[in-house]
């Protein structure tokens, strides 16, 4: 009996542990939100973050869709012309510090999709990909 009350006393003090925590988070939390609204009151600038972008030559005849993939979520940035150039900017929820994207290039009117190979990103950086000539 006596080891089951230590028991109980034990999950009694995780409990008021627990209890503090969140209180002490919740302390914390609501000067934080008050900061955030002086922030867009305009008091201090927000810093925005560099854009990340791919650059895009095709080299080919044929127009092509472009899209980048990550973790499985392919999200299409555009279509670049046949013989052009082109540069699309990597959405900023994509970028989280050393990102692993790949990209997919959809040749429209051909039925093959090539995929990059897995290309480390950071925020603000240039990818270059070159489609060849078909």
Partial sequence: MFGSASIGVSGTRRIHRIGILLAAALLFAVPGCASSKNAEAGSKPVAEREPTTVRVENRSFLDHNVFVLR?????????VTGNSTRTFTIPANLIFGISALQFIVDPIGASRQPVSNEVRVSEGDEVQLIIPPS
């Fill in 71 to 79: 973790g499985g979520q392919r999200i299409r940035l555009g279509m």
